[in-house]
């Protein structure tokens, strides 16, 4: 696709349980960015990937939250031990080469809810 | 830490009708990026400003950014029901390559 995409679109689990989101960037787009998004507010910066090295991760909240981009391409964000706090909409977004001020495009989101 | 507020954080008026939202921060913008986020869908760039005083147009729409670069405005002429979403600003803090949002402003236009 063209696009920016995102699996799965919606995610119901129970607390306590483990979670894995996946993105896949636009192809060729060497950074990768993961922010979340809680009811009625903006994104939030959780970690950038320039390549397969997280760049920054200062966003990621505790160590529940880890992602990995072992290809330099597809990047997966995972979750251990879910807490109902950790409901919100995950969003991916890539940029061509990484660099300050470039525009990021991103996917639809996955939906998660901790039960 | 940046600082984005928006204002106001709802905003619901009737399609023909004109209408203003901010974007102000506590600290001067390197530069400043407007995107409309629609339901189930990711943020999608509308435009950056990034020279204090600079005016930008986008169709219906004129993106405005401070002669002091520590606000900015978007405002929309003759508004239609396509223009209903959630308006983000942003800023890539301190040149680095996250994009700090602010809360949005959820915007209705009821036909």
């Known amino acids: 696709g063209a696009g920016v995409s995102q699996t799965p679109s919606n995610k119901v689990t129970e607390k306590g349980k483990y979670v894995e989101l996946r993105c896949d960037p636009i192809s060729g787009h060497t950074a990768l960015y993961w922010y979340r998004q809680s009811l009625g507010q903006g994104p939030e910066f959780l970690i950038y990937?320039?390549?397969?090295?997280?760049?920054?991760d200062s966003g990621l909240p505790n160590d529940r939250f880890f992602a990995v981009r072992p290809e330099g391409s597809v990047s997966t964000l995972k979750i251990q031990r879910t807490e109902r706090g950790d409901s919100a909409v995950y969003l991916c977004a890539s940029s061509s080469t990484g660099g300050a001020g470039e525009t990021q495009y991103f996917g639809p989101g996955t939906r998660l809810l901790v039960l | 830490t940046q600082l984005l507020e928006q204002s106001p954080q709802f905003l619901s008026i009737q399609e023909g009708e004109n209408l203003t939202v901010y974007c102000n921060s506590s600290?001067?913008?390197?530069?400043l990026q407007w995107y409309r986020q629609e339901p189930g869908e990711g943020p999608v760039l509308l435009v950056t400003?990034?020279?204090?005083?600079e005016v930008k147009k986008l169709k219906r729409l004129t993106f405005q950014f401070g002669d002091a670069r520590k606000d900015s405005s978007l405002h929309i002429t003759a508004a239609q029901p396509g223009d209903t979403g959630l308006y983000l600003c942003a800023e890539t803090y301190q040149g680095a390559q996250k994009l700090v949002f602010g809360q949005g402003t959820r915007l209705t236009i009821n036909p």
């Open positions: 600290s001067v913008f390197s530069s």
């Open positions: 400003v990034v020279t204090g005083g």
């Open positions: 990937f320039q390549g397969t090295g997280a760049a920054d």
